[in-house]
């Protein structure tokens, strides 16, 4: 259930015809739902019902701040992953301690701004971090909390590009390792231990991966425990499937999820956090595009759209699937034939789908990309000088732009000409 339906013949997001909107915003933008971003986060945040717990939105996954707002006016935290993430959900209005920092590189900068501005905690992946952490807050008269990140060792089973829970993923320090490393943080100035940390991968559409790790996080809780730390927060990562595909199986449920974290760490008597992204914005987005053309070529037809691989890259680096339908509802058992979907860029990477079925479309149909809701807008580019992709979020029978197409000018005049030119 993402509210993006079809009713009356036509694709509407929550109450919204999709094609008024791209009649007053143009194509291509993204378009998210209020009410399947709300939905998604209430099916965690009810998931960990019962724990003290904190779902901190990984806001890489869709980081314009109306969807932060959103979010944190539920009640989420965020997860962030760089200094701007972190700027850019203060600008949102979440509170410091509502922010927890991850990421493998962490500069100066980024550690003072964060402690200076408060912070929940740095998911720590280095010893070298820890240090730089340390120094630093001692310099500001702070102690930075922090967890640190373990690396379990377990296959993910999910993308290459996109697992991190391997010993030979650069991400976490090795579970083999934690406990001299713990060591070593409780003797620093600047540092306040509160708990552990763990992150395998993204897409996981089985529990198994998580139920491997948890329980290696459990005996660490115990080991550190007895080490004589206080743990007291284990943050589980994110990483949860969605499914791309309606004709797939369904990946595992947010309520089991919640479920195996119960009976893996309950007993722990530690605050969770998790960090989904893709869960919760994936679904509750799309990408709505126009066809230029319809080309016919040697044995197959192109449909070529105003959307490319600047504005969803998706397919081109994870090869990932995204269902495209047209924006007027097929008449049931319309006939079908199959489509290569490309975009304009200068580049046969630039394919979003090869011989896809889909009803006769002509010039300037409306399509939708479903499921592009995550990793979608935030890996946008401005290849080929095309304007990087708009933004919109509907609720209910509104809709506003939360980030305006920029025009060329905009655009061509972050460039400057050196002055011996
Ligand atoms: C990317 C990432 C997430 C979110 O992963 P999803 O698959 O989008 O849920 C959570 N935590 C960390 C540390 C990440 O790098």
Redesign the pocket.
Known sequence: MDHFLYRDGELYAEDVPVADIAAAVGTPFYLYSTATLTRHFQLFDDALDGMEHMVCY?M??ASNQAILKTLADLGAGM?V?SGGEYARAKAAGVPGDRIVF??VGKTRSEIRAALEGGIRQF?VESEPELFVISEIAESLGKTAPITV?VNPDVDAKTHAK?A?GKSENKFGIPIAKARAVYAEAATLPGIDVIGIDV?I????TDLAPYELAYLKVAELTEQLRADGHDIRRLDL?????IPYTRSNEAPPLPSDYGALIKRTLGHLDCEIEI?????IAGNAGILVSRVIYVKEGEGRNFLILDGAMNDLIRPAMYDAHHDIVPVVEPVPGAEQQPYDIVGPVCESGDTFARNRMMPPLQAGDLVAFRSAG??GAVMASEYNTRPLVPEVLAKGDQFAVIRERPDFDEIINRDTIPPWL
């Open positions: 990984a890489k996954a997860d992953v991850s990421g998911n990140r996109i991190t992150h991968g993204s897409q996981l990562g994110g990483g949860l499937g960090e989904p992204g893709r869960l995550a990793y």
